[in-house]
């Protein structure tokens, strides 16, 4: 059996990060992504307990008073947070484990869990994150300045990453991402012969 690993992903709103883990999702066995507990509203299309729980305020209190989640943070405008016991169950079963968090979390995560792996997924450019968020056309006009905003400041923290893969290219960004999580679960598996 390999040993479980945990990834944390973070990178703009609108960076790709989405595309790049449904894809490494079906391509790598053992991978598994965390569902994070949020206080936004879906939007369109997203399920309960698929994309993320949909939560009440009163709700996620609870569960940060409970001592339940790994990390939270307030994002835009709204709290996300992941749920620990499903994460340490999977790194436990030996399966590669995906966060999809952003910045404040991540460094959370690595506080809490050092040998976490922090990605970071950037965008090629300011101008090309501003297109894909308005193609995707699921955001408000508001939403859209609020994540551009949002992702300056992101960007400027990408240094506390341990990698960084430039998504210009979906492929070409995945087949890099998946050649460094196999560079971890492979040497776990040579360490055991
Ligand atoms: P969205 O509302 O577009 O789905 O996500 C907004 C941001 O929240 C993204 O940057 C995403 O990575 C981040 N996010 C999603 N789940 C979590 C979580 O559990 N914890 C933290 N810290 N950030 C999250």
């Known amino acids: 059996m390999r040993t479980g690993n945990l990834f944390v992903l973070s990178g703009p709103s609108g960076a790709g990060k989405g595309t790049l883990i449904g894809l490494l999702l079906k391509r790598l066995e053992g ?20 994309s993320y729980l949909f939560v009440s305020d009163d709700r ?15 994002v835009h405008d709204h709290r996300y947070g992941t749920p620990r016991d499903l994460v340490e169950r999977h790194i436990a079963a030996g399966d590669q484990v ?36 308005r193609g995707r056309g699921t955001d408000s006009e508001e939403s859209i300045r609020l994540r551009l905003a949002n992702a300056e400041g992101e960007i400027r923290l990408k240094e506390e990453y341990d990698e960084c893969f ?28």
Request: contains cysteine.
């Open 31 to 50: 991978a598994w992504l965390s569902v994070s507990a949020t206080t936004r509203a879906p939007r369109e299309g997203e399920v309960d307990g698929v």
């Open 60 to 74: 996620f209190d609870e569960m940060v008073a409970q001592d339940r989640l790994l990390e939270w943070a307030q």
């Open 98 to 133: 995906f966060l999809e968090i952003d910045v404040q979390g991540a460094l959370q995560v690595r506080s809490k869990f050092p040998a976490a792996h922090l990605v970071f997924i950037a965008p090629p450019s300011m101008e090309e994150l501003e297109r894909r968020l």
């Open 166 to 193: 430039v998504n210009d290219d979906v492929d070409a960004c995945l087949a890099s991402l998946i050649a460094y999580v196999e560079r971890f679960s492979e040497k776990k598996e040579e360490d055991r012969l």
